[in-house]
């Protein structure tokens, strides 16, 4: 098992930035692609942005592109969100999340919420107008 935990969101006014941290604690050894989700009231869990276990491929929703930057330091065991140029439409809860990877997958990545089997219990963004 894995046990994820975010930290680093808060209240920022727009145009601001803020860096989330996902911290990764248990079966660490393991190898795992990485993403961060969010979740606004009434609206559908969506993806943000993920790496692969190696950081050789990222993938970002069309939504962040050029103001999201996620990156890992598996010496940690940590995953990062930076989030630059912060817009109203981006506060949500986020979440980060994991699946594992075989050694042919390192570099996969993954943007479907069924892909990913651990959770965070997320950390709330708010960017105020």
């Known amino acids: 098992q894995v046990q994820l935990v975010e930290s680093g969101g808060g209240l920022v006014q727009a145009g601001g930035s803020l860096r989330l941290s996902c911290a990764a604690s248990g079966r660490t050894f393991s190898r795992y692609c990485m993403g961060w989700f969010r979740q606004a009231p009434g609206k559908e869990r969506e993806f943000v942005a993920a790496i692969s276990w190696n950081s050789d491929s990222t993938m970002y929703a069309d939504s962040v592109k050029g103001r999201f930057t996620i990156s890992r330091d598996n010496a940690k065991n940590t995953v990062y969100l930076q989030m630059n140029s912060l817009k109203p439409e981006d506060t949500a809860v986020y979440y980060c999340?994991?699946?594992?990877?075989?050694?042919?997958?390192?570099?996969?990545?993954?943007?479907?919420?069924?892909?990913?089997?651990?959770w965070g219990q997320g950390t709330q963004v708010t960017v105020s107008s």
């Open positions: 999340a994991a699946y594992a990877v075989g050694d042919y997958e390192l570099g996969n990545v993954g943007s479907r919420v069924y892909e990913y089997r651990y």
